[in-house]
């Protein structure tokens, strides 16, 4: 079966850091682009960060530099390191999937793992 | 970065069609993905490459793209398909590939 599971949410202060994890079954990390968008309490969706199947990756401007999104091919899964952390970065974080044959939509989602950033 | 506009919210009667408008500069020259997401859950692809549909996505759901607005259309709108609707704007050349849309809630009178 097709799934995501994200893990590694939870409440943290501002300028801590979580790593997130996307366990991956049914199809394999490396041959795929993952994604990591993001929802505000309230709020649309907003894309974070992917990488391809080749490992080139790609963030939001808002987490440059402080997000980096890893994938563990002998594990499946994906990851999102996330330090600084700020009250902004509150949200449900989904991973998801996207295969180039669809144009990289994303066809596959998590339930989503929630970080709260506050003091 | 690309930025992407959608009306905020659509509402319309059982039966009757709903419209969804994607609003961006050229967005004909990229390539568009539409969700839709109800409460509490996760989003689920409707549309992909414009106007394709993932199966089991019935034929009530199509889309275009086309100059600066990308369209999905709802045709004879059941109760079901109320929940918020995003579109993903696609662009591998840009340093930024993927933004949504600010999306559009769809309410079912």
């Known amino acids: 079966e097709v799934q995501l599971v994200e893990t590694g949410g939870g409440s943290i202060q501002p300028g801590g850091s979580l790593r997130l994890s996307c366990a991956v079954s049914?199809?394999?990390?490396?041959?795929?682009?993952m994604t990591w968008v993001r929802q505000a309490p309230g709020k649309g969706l907003e894309w974070v960060s992917l990488?391809?199947?080749?490992?080139?990756?790609y963030y939001v401007d808002s987490v440059k530099g402080r997000f980096t999104i890893s994938r563990d091919e002998s594990n499946n899964a994906l990851f999102l390191q996330m330090n600084n952390l700020r009250a902004e970065d509150t949200a449900v974080y989904y991973c998801?999937?996207?295969?180039?044959?669809?144009?990289?939509?994303?066809?596959?989602w998590g339930k989503g793992t929630a970080v709260i950033v506050s003091s | 970065s690309f930025v992407v506009t959608q009306s905020p919210s659509v509402s319309v009667a059982p039966g009757q069609t709903a419209s969804i408008s994607c609003a961006g500069d050229?967005?004909?020259?990229?390539?568009v993905h539409w969700y839709h997401q109800r409460p509490g859950q996760a989003p689920v692809l409707v549309v992909y490459?414009?106007?394709e549909r993932p199966s089991g996505i019935p034929g009530r759901f199509s889309a275009s793209n086309s100059g600066n607005t990308a369209t999905l259309t709802i045709a004879r709108v059941e109760a079901g398909d109320e929940a918020d609707y995003y579109c993903?704007?696609?662009?591998?050349?840009?340093?930024?590939?993927?933004?949504f849309g600010t999306g559009t809630k769809v309410t079912v009178l």
């Open positions: 490459n414009d106007s």
């Open positions: 050229n967005i004909g020259s990229k390539t």
């Open positions: 990488i391809f199947s080749r490992g080139t990756t």
């Open positions: 993903q704007v696609w662009d591998i050349r840009d340093d930024h590939p993927s933004v």
């Open positions: 049914g199809f394999s990390v490396r041959n795929n682009c």
């Open positions: 998801a999937r996207g295969e180039s044959y669809s144009g990289y939509a994303m066809d596959v």
